[in-house]
């Protein structure tokens, strides 16, 4: 059973480009949340989705940011016209349909904005 | 609004000492309180899971204890490794379950051989 899986790893974009990140959940899990991880800052909640609905996006900025988790294929962030600031590195995790469990975290993807 | 303070930020020790990281919460109505470890540059991996209704969890040499009712955390590493030098982090998860994580800003933990 593979774990989160999150791609690519590394992403480079120049400002003004979309960036798009990827996240598998583990087999079995149909909870998927983002977080980004600003240098020298802990992780900050950005949205929560199961499988074709956004249950909680308060995290995440209404501009120029995205998020999907279709019935079939992995959850995609969305990063439109990217700016120097959006640099960070972008964290999935995944849990099971019960409450109260474990989350489990992708390697995460670094975005840098040049 | 949940907020999570670890302290210290950073900890330096020699190998083998024992020692504590401690974190704390604003709001006590938590459904469970998670430890992870982070590698430069890697991803979270998952330490320890303590439920709300539990006082500890113990896993190798790692301890964590939850004080609910004060919204404390500490986790206890016994006989620090050079390989135990990593950033940890707390996180707590809200009362209904399945809402997101707040995290800490981290202890970075360096252990000298």
């Known amino acids: 059973n593979a774990g989160v899986m999150q791609n690519p790893r590394h992403l480079v974009r120049r400002r003004g480009q979309e960036a798009r990140l990827r996240c598998s959940p583990m087999?079995?899990?149909?909870?998927v949340y983002w977080y980004r991880q600003l240098p020298e800052e802990g992780l900050k909640f950005m949205v929560y989705?199961?499988?074709?609905?956004?249950?909680?996006e308060s995290g995440m900025p209404k501009e120029r940011f995205s998020a999907e988790f279709p019935k079939e294929g992995p959850s995609i962030l969305r990063i439109q016209q990217v700016v120097r600031g959006d640099s960070a590195a972008y964290f999935c995790?995944?849990?099971?349909?019960?409450?109260?469990?474990?989350?489990?975290f992708g390697q995460g993807t670094r975005l840098t904005v040049v | 609004k949940q907020e999570v303070t670890q302290i210290p930020a950073a900890l330096s020790v020699p190998e083998g000492e024992n020692l504590v990281l401690n974190c704390s919460f604003t709001?006590?109505?938590?459904?469970?309180l998670q430890w992870f470890r982070q590698d430069p540059g890697k991803g979270l991996t998952s330490l320890l899971l303590?439920?709300?209704?539990?006082r500890e969890q113990t896993s190798g040499r790692l301890n964590a204890s939850l004080d609910k009712s004060s919204g404390r955390s500490t986790l206890y590493i016994a006989a620090s490794q050079p390989g135990d030098s990593a950033t940890y982090l707390c996180?707590?998860?809200?009362?209904?379950?399945?809402?997101?994580?707040?995290f800490g800003k981290g202890t970075r933990l360096s252990v000298i051989a």
């Open positions: 995790a995944s849990s099971p349909s019960s409450m109260n469990t474990e989350a489990f």
């Open positions: 087999k079995g899990h149909s909870h």
């Open positions: 989705l199961q499988k074709e609905n956004i249950i909680d």
């Open positions: 709001d006590s109505a938590i459904y469970n």
């Open positions: 303590i439920q709300s209704s539990q």
């Open positions: 996180a707590v998860q809200g009362f209904s379950g399945n809402t997101p994580l707040v």
